[in-house]
Nanobody, 120 residues
Framework: QVQLVESGGGSVQAGGSLRLSCRTP????MGWFRQVTGKEREFVAA???????WYADSAKGRFIISRDNRDNTVYLQMYNLKPEDTAVYYCAADQFGDLIPTTPAEYKYWGQGTQVTVSL
Protein backbone atom coordinates (compact mmCIF):
# COMPACT_ATOMS: atom_id res chain seq x y z
CA GLN A 1 0.00 0.00 0.00
CA VAL A 2 1.38 3.39 -1.02
CA GLN A 3 0.61 6.29 1.28
CA LEU A 4 0.95 9.82 0.04
CA VAL A 5 1.51 12.61 2.51
CA GLU A 6 0.86 16.16 1.33
CA SER A 7 1.82 19.44 2.90
CA GLY A 8 2.16 23.10 2.03
CA GLY A 9 -1.32 24.43 1.41
CA GLY A 10 -2.53 27.69 2.85
CA SER A 11 -3.93 31.13 2.13
CA VAL A 12 -2.21 33.77 0.05
CA GLN A 13 -3.11 36.94 -1.76
CA ALA A 14 -3.31 37.06 -5.51
CA GLY A 15 0.15 37.21 -7.02
CA GLY A 16 1.66 35.24 -4.15
CA SER A 17 3.39 31.87 -4.15
CA LEU A 18 3.00 28.54 -2.43
CA ARG A 19 4.85 25.25 -2.60
CA LEU A 20 3.06 21.96 -2.14
CA SER A 21 4.92 18.78 -1.24
CA CYS A 22 3.99 15.14 -1.50
CA ARG A 23 6.02 12.19 -0.33
CA THR A 24 5.80 9.38 -2.84
CA PRO A 25 7.98 6.40 -3.85
CA UNK A 26 10.74 7.45 -6.25
CA UNK A 27 9.75 4.84 -8.84
CA UNK A 28 6.21 6.18 -9.18
CA UNK A 29 4.95 8.83 -11.55
CA MET A 30 2.97 11.50 -9.76
CA GLY A 31 0.31 14.01 -10.62
CA TRP A 32 -1.25 17.02 -8.95
CA PHE A 33 -4.96 17.59 -9.32
CA ARG A 34 -7.31 20.13 -7.83
CA GLN A 35 -10.97 20.21 -7.05
CA VAL A 36 -13.50 22.88 -6.23
CA THR A 37 -16.65 21.82 -4.43
CA GLY A 38 -19.28 20.83 -6.93
CA LYS A 39 -16.84 20.49 -9.80
CA GLU A 40 -14.84 17.63 -11.22
CA ARG A 41 -11.29 17.03 -10.14
CA GLU A 42 -8.98 18.56 -12.73
CA PHE A 43 -5.43 17.90 -13.79
CA VAL A 44 -2.76 20.44 -12.87
CA ALA A 45 0.65 18.89 -13.51
CA ALA A 46 2.41 15.54 -13.58
CA UNK A 47 5.93 14.22 -13.43
CA UNK A 48 7.20 10.86 -14.58
CA UNK A 49 9.33 8.65 -12.40
CA UNK A 50 12.35 9.74 -14.47
CA UNK A 51 11.54 13.46 -14.43
CA UNK A 52 9.48 14.12 -17.56
CA UNK A 53 6.77 16.71 -16.92
CA TRP A 54 3.39 17.76 -18.26
CA TYR A 55 1.20 20.74 -17.36
CA ALA A 56 -2.38 21.83 -17.78
CA ASP A 57 -2.71 25.03 -19.77
CA SER A 58 -3.80 26.84 -16.60
CA ALA A 59 -0.52 25.90 -14.92
CA LYS A 60 1.93 26.56 -17.73
CA GLY A 61 4.28 29.43 -17.00
CA ARG A 62 3.17 29.73 -13.37
CA PHE A 63 3.59 26.28 -11.77
CA ILE A 64 6.63 24.04 -11.67
CA ILE A 65 6.51 20.37 -10.75
CA SER A 66 9.71 18.72 -9.65
CA ARG A 67 10.92 15.77 -7.65
CA ASP A 68 13.75 14.90 -5.33
CA ASN A 69 14.12 11.16 -5.37
CA ARG A 70 16.67 11.25 -2.56
CA ASP A 71 13.87 11.96 -0.11
CA ASN A 72 10.94 10.63 -2.18
CA THR A 73 9.26 14.01 -2.46
CA VAL A 74 7.47 15.72 -5.33
CA TYR A 75 6.91 19.46 -5.27
CA LEU A 76 4.47 21.79 -6.94
CA GLN A 77 5.82 25.32 -6.83
CA MET A 78 3.06 27.78 -7.63
CA TYR A 79 3.78 31.37 -8.60
CA ASN A 80 1.52 34.31 -9.46
CA LEU A 81 -1.45 32.63 -7.85
CA LYS A 82 -4.92 33.75 -8.90
CA PRO A 83 -8.27 33.49 -7.11
CA GLU A 84 -9.31 30.86 -9.65
CA ASP A 85 -6.50 28.65 -8.33
CA THR A 86 -8.43 28.27 -5.09
CA ALA A 87 -9.18 24.57 -4.59
CA VAL A 88 -8.25 21.47 -2.68
CA TYR A 89 -5.07 20.12 -4.23
CA TYR A 90 -4.42 16.40 -4.32
CA CYS A 91 -1.33 14.44 -5.20
CA ALA A 92 -1.75 11.08 -6.88
CA ALA A 93 0.72 8.36 -7.78
CA ASP A 94 1.01 5.16 -9.74
CA GLN A 95 3.46 3.27 -11.89
CA PHE A 96 3.01 4.14 -15.57
CA GLY A 97 6.35 3.61 -17.25
CA ASP A 98 6.71 6.28 -19.92
CA LEU A 99 3.13 7.53 -19.76
CA ILE A 100 2.06 10.75 -18.02
CA PRO A 101 -1.66 10.29 -17.35
CA THR A 102 -3.77 13.38 -16.89
CA THR A 103 -7.07 11.91 -15.75
CA PRO A 104 -7.85 11.07 -12.12
CA ALA A 105 -9.16 7.60 -12.93
CA GLU A 106 -5.72 6.51 -14.08
CA TYR A 107 -4.13 7.00 -10.67
CA LYS A 108 -4.43 4.39 -7.96
CA TYR A 109 -3.03 6.19 -4.93
CA TRP A 110 -4.15 9.57 -3.57
CA GLY A 111 -3.18 11.97 -0.85
CA GLN A 112 -5.64 13.47 1.59
CA GLY A 113 -5.75 16.85 -0.10
CA THR A 114 -4.56 20.27 1.00
CA GLN A 115 -6.51 23.52 0.73
CA VAL A 116 -5.14 26.40 -1.29
CA THR A 117 -7.01 29.69 -0.98
CA VAL A 118 -6.09 32.74 -3.04
CA SER A 119 -7.75 36.03 -2.21
CA LEU A 120 -7.79 39.36 -3.98
Amino acid sequence: QVQLVESGGGSVQAGGSLRLSCRTPSTYSMGWFRQVTGKEREFVAAIRWNGGTWYADSAKGRFIISRDNRDNTVYLQMYNLKPEDTAVYYCAADQFGDLIPTTPAEYKYWGQGTQVTVSL
